[in-house]
């Protein structure tokens, strides 16, 4: 049987946002190296590939950023719910029984 560890919503959300920042700068890259291949393709070697290159650096951040934001909104998901967790963990202890709901039916009228 395996054990709740809070440890592990914390590194899973660590490691997203990690995936989060590579992938911006993936991105950003393989838009530059595209881009400016495409200008090399069409212009030849000139000032025109720079521009090239910068507009698909731009675009690839821009994309890459977008992905991103789902990687880092899945790491708040998942550290708000063991925030969650907690929280319900600490009220309940803080209940008389620990939390336990009494299963003896109550009357009632």
Known sequence: M?????????EFAERMYRKANFIIRLFAVVGVLVCSGTGIGIHGVS????????????????????IAFWFKFRAQEALCQGYIEAGIRKMTAQVPGGGQVSQTPRKVG
């Not at 395996?2 to 914390?10: A, H, L, S």
């Not at 000032?47 to 821009?62: E, T």
Request: charged letters at 10%; zero cysteines.
């Open 2 to 10: 395996v054990n709740y560890d809070p440890n592990i919503i914390q």
């Open 47 to 66: 000032a025109f590939v720079i521009g090239y290159a910068a507009i698909g650096g731009f675009i690839g951040y821009l994309i890459g950023k977008e």
